[in-house]
């Protein structure tokens, strides 16, 4: 690596292995979902589906490849139809916001957001995100304008890649940041995907207002 500081290198080798690789939920919160709204059958035939009936027996633990999750939400569309698939979508996104509240961010740090106007909430949630980002969108680039309405992009999403339609599909992550800025930033924030790439957009925008 040349003479890159050592703290640049370390940063680069942890950015190469990361590269591809999102966090389980995207894969566990989907199963939930689904099993909640159409049973134990209908999961079985999206994974089998999928390619993924390995999971059938155990659900990841660790970071999978981002591959997997582009499958998964491509065989949900395909077996169940775009208005189901959107639904259990953003069902398994909600789960997933429930899962980093509880396991992932400090109680402190949830304590004091909560605390904050949501001017200066709104920020410091945004900057978490951004931080965090290389564990849901794989390859796929992040960016935000915390601004108000604040909005969330994503280039090359994962949920929705390859994917044409006349709506927005990437309800997974409408649900997972709505369920966050109304735990952290406002009980009213709404979280709305207003451009996606499946519509032929340059990157997925989603706007939240409250």
């Known amino acids: ?22 966090g389980p939920n995207a894969i566990i919160r989907v199963a939930e979902a689904m099993r909640e709204s159409q049973g134990q059958g209908a999961v079985t035939e999206l994974f ?8 059938l027996d155990a659900m990841p633990t660790e970071m999978i490849d ?9 065989a949900l569309r395909e077996q169940f139809g775009i208005p189901m698939a959107r639904s259990v979508s953003r069902d398994a996104g909600l789960r997933t916001g429930d899962y ?9 740090v949830q304590r004091l957001l909560a605390i904050l106007p949501a001017g200066m909430a709104c ?9 965090n980002s290389w564990t849901f969108v794989g ?15 994503v280039t090359n999403s ?21 369920r966050l800025f109304r735990s952290l930033v406002h009980r009213k924030a709404v979280v709305t995907e207003i451009a996606c790439q499946a519509n032929h957009a340059h990157r997925c925008v989603f706007e939240v207002r409250w």
């Open 100 to 108: 980093l509240l509880a396991n992932r961010i400090p109680r402190s």
């Open 48 to 55: 089998t589906a999928a390619g993924l009936a390995r999971y």
């Open 1 to 22: 690596m040349g003479k890159l500081p050592v703290a640049l290198q370390v940063a680069v080798m942890i950015a190469a292995a990361h590269q591809g690789r999102i």
């Open 139 to 153: 390859t796929g680039v992040f960016d935000a304008d915390p601004k108000y309405p604040p909005r969330l992009l």
């Open 123 to 131: 920020p410091a949630l945004v900057k978490a995100i951004r931080r």
């Open 66 to 74: 981002e591959g997997e999750v582009v499958a998964l939400q491509s």
């Open 158 to 178: 994962p949920i929705c890649r390859g994917a044409t339609a006349t709506e927005p599909l990437c309800d997974y992550y409408a649900g997972t940041f709505e």
